[in-house]
Every structure is written in structure tokens, then in C-alpha cells.
Antibody
Framework: DVQLVESGGGLVQPGRSLRLSCAASGFTFDEYAFHWVRQAPGKGLEWVSGINWNGASTGYAESVKGRFTISRDNAKNSLYLQMNSLRTEDTAFYYC???????????????WGQGTLVTVSS | QSVLTQPPSVSGAPGQRVTISCTGSNSNLGAGYDAHWYQQLPGTAPKLLIY???NRPSGVPDRISGSKSGTSASLAITGLQPEDEGDYYCQSFDSSLSGWVFGGGTKLTVL
């Protein structure tokens, strides 16, 4: 069974950094693209970033470009999101999502983790 | 303001049929990019419900269907059941933004 488990969320002050991780199991990790999607409490879904199967291609939402960096370690079956210069509006549940195939631009998200909550507040 | 526009809410009685619309533009649905639909039940993570406009992943019942025409897509649920209550999101790729976009979400209430 596909399992995606996010970690690294918590309370952080504005301007500080946080690194999220997503541990994957139950499938061949390096065959698939991955994404981070966030959801502010009581709000809708917002795509944050995507990465292809080998890490060579990435994409970001305008709202996080230049502040967030997505990466992956295929040897560790793990996905990461480095979040710098955090703002209060970044407060949300952050979900790790697996794409149906290897390129992040092409395929829908067919498996999701349970999410980790990031709260940005002073 | 979402790039893809959905009605905030829809409702129906058990056994009835409801549809949820998703309106985009010439940089996403109208450019030929597919519509995908996700279901989010209360307190849970989203789940892929329809992909590539009309296709159901295994395990999704055939009373759920999708369609797409031009700059719009639609999700239909027939034989409404109480467990269908939740939020539904459409998604597509947007060439102007060079990224994925979601609709604002539609809350389905089973009366």
C-alpha cells in the first residue's frame, strides 16, 4: 500500500525557516513526481510546488517562489520542502502528494499524505 | 479569487443527482489541459476522484462521473448517499502560471 507520512510542521515565528519532510513507502519512489499542496484552516487547496522523478525539474506557485525549495532524496525515499522567510499567510496544513507518473507538469495527484500543520505566528 | 471557478455549495436529497461545475479559461481547461477532481471528506486528506476529465480510479463507484467541454468541466454524482458529504475540488494545469491550479472548492450537503 502507498504510504506518505509528512513531518516537520510546528509553530514558527515570521521570518524564520522550517523544513518539511515526507517519507514514502509501498512503491518505487524514484519513478514518480511529487508535490506539496497546502490548505489554510477552513480554506481551499493551493498547489505549492512540484518536482519530477529525478529532481531535475521543479515548479513553484508565485506565492512561494524564491522563498521555498522542493527537493528529494531517492536513496531515502523522501521528499522535502525548505521554507524560508515564512509569513503569517503561510499558515496551513501541508500535504505531500504523489503524481500518477514521473513528470510534475502532466499527471494528477493519486495519493496524498495526512498533512502536517505549519503555524506562522509571533 | 481562484483561477478555476466552482459554486461554493450544492445540495441534494439522498438518491438524487447533483452536478458541480468548474469554469476555467484559455490558459488551462480551454488550452486542452485535463480536469481532475478530488474529494475531501471532513477531517481527511483529499482523494483523487476523477482524472483526465472522465476516468475513475479503481474503487470509485460508477455513480460518479466527469465531463469536459471547452473551458469548463463538470462532476456528476447520482444516487446521492450521506457519505458523499464533503468538499470537492477541480484541478488543472495552467500554462500562464506554469503551475497547477485548483478551484475554490464546493461543499456538498446531503439533505
Amino acid at each position: 500500500d502507498v504510504q506518505l507520512v509528512e513531518s516537520g510542521g510546528g509553530l514558527v515565528q515570521p521570518g524564520r525557516s522550517l523544513r518539511l519532510s515526507c517519507a514514502a513507502s509501498g512503491f518505487t519512489f524514484d519513478e514518480y513526481a511529487f508535490h506539496w499542496v497546502r490548505q489554510a484552516p477552513g480554506k481551499g487547496l493551493e498547489w505549492v510546488s512540484g518536482i519530477n522523478w529525478n529532481g531535475a525539474s521543479t515548479g513553484y506557485a508565485e506565492s512561494v517562489k524564491g522563498r521555498f525549495t522542493i527537493s528529494r532524496d531517492n536513496a531515502k525515499n523522501s521528499l522535502y520542502l525548505q521554507m524560508n522567510s515564512l509569513r503569517t499567510e503561510d499558515t496551513a496544513f501541508y500535504y505531500c502528494a504523489k503524481a500518477r507518473e514521473g513528470e510534475w507538469l502532466l499527471w494528477p495527484f493519486n495519493s496524498w499524505g495526512q498533512g502536517t500543520l505549519v503555524t506562522v505566528s509571533s | 479569487q481562484s483561477v478555476l471557478t466552482q459554486p461554493p455549495s450544492v445540495s441534494g436529497a439522498p438518491g438524487q443527482r447533483v452536478t458541480i461545475s468548474c469554469t476555467g479559461s484559455n490558459s488551462n481547461l480551454g488550452a486542452g489541459y485535463d480536469a481532475h477532481w478530488y474529494q475531501q471528506l471532513p477531517g481527511t486528506a483529499p482523494k483523487l476522484l476523477i482524472y483526465d476529465n472522465t476516468n475513475r480510479p479503481s474503487g470509485v463507484p460508477d455513480r460518479i462521473s466527469g465531463s469536459k467541454s471547452g473551458t469548463s468541466a463538470s462532476l456528476a454524482i447520482t444516487g446521492l448517499q450521506p457519505e458523499d458529504e464533503g468538499d470537492y475540488y477541480c484541478q488543472s494545469f495552467d500554462s500562464s502560471l506554469s503551475g497547477w491550479v485548483f478551484g475554490g472548492g464546493t461543499k456538498l450537503t446531503v439533505l
